[in-house]
């Protein structure tokens, strides 16, 4: 079975400082898209970054940035400036090569606190 | 924005019961998802579709059937309510293979 393993499942943080989720998965695609989701705890999940595999530069936005290792099967998430608004469970998430490319197989998710 | 809704955010049925989940998403979107999330378990998916009338098995179908009669509403359908399926139930939808955009989720009891 293919798997997406996240093996922090809580984390804190105090504001402002940067934290790393960690997310590690199996696949022998060679062209797909990693997602992080977050879910705060009004339980809406949304999207919070996209990493192209082909593309060699790591995803940013804002104070999200992911690293990307390719070789490692690596996706782990850095939050910097962390704020309170940042708490939630997040997920990493990744297309399964035995379904659908239109599927997302999901980690178990990190619990995120951050401390004031 | 994308926009996808929910019927309920929450839900209590009794055993036996058939429930029916409805989801509804704004933005023209082929494939339509319903997963479902356990604490410690992330999201486990049931099944999804692709296409009005078509429909696909995730991981956990045992339990539940979907119809898609609407290119923009996926339902999902508790044939006979158990208590173990007693869970959050999250409906999603994309394009291609972009990312899935979710609804809020209906917090379903089963007693």
């Known amino acids: 079975a293919q798997t997406v393993t996240q093996s922090q499942p809580e984390m804190s943080v105090q504001e402002a400082e940067t934290v790393t989720l960690s997310c590690t998965y199996d696949t022998s695609e060679s062209d797909y898209y990693l997602f992080w989701y977050k879910q705060p705890p009004s339980r809406q999940m949304i999207l919070v970054i996209r990493?192209?595999?082909?593309?060699?530069q790591n995803a940013t936005e804002n104070r999200f940035s992911v690293n990307f290792q390719k070789a490692a099967k690596s996706f782990s998430l850095k939050i910097s400036d962390s704020q309170l608004g940042d708490a939630a469970m997040y997920f990493c998430a990744y297309p399964p090569v035995s379904g659908s490319a239109r599927q997302l197989t999901f980690g178990s998710g990190t619990q995120l606190t951050v401390l004031p | 924005d994308v926009k996808v809704t929910q019927s309920s955010r929450y839900l209590v049925k009794r055993t036996g019961e058939k429930v029916f989940l409805e989801c509804v998403q704004d933005?023209?979107?082929?494939?339509m998802f319903w997963y479902r999330q356990d604490p410690g378990l992330g999201l486990r998916l049931i099944y999804f579709?692709?296409?009005?009338?078509?429909?696909e098995k995730g991981d956990i179908p045992e339990g539940y059937s979907v119809s898609r009669e609407k290119k923009e509403r996926f339902s999902l359908i508790l044939e006979s309510a158990s208590t173990n399926q007693t869970s959050m139930y999250l409906c999603?939808?994309?394009?291609?293979?972009?990312?899935?955009?979710f609804g809020p989720g209906t917090r379903l009891t089963v007693l």
């Open positions: 933005m023209d979107h082929e494939n």
């Open positions: 990493q192209e595999a082909y593309k060699q």
């Open positions: 579709s692709y296409d009005v009338k078509m429909k």
């Open positions: 999603a939808s994309s394009s291609g293979k972009n990312e899935q955009f």
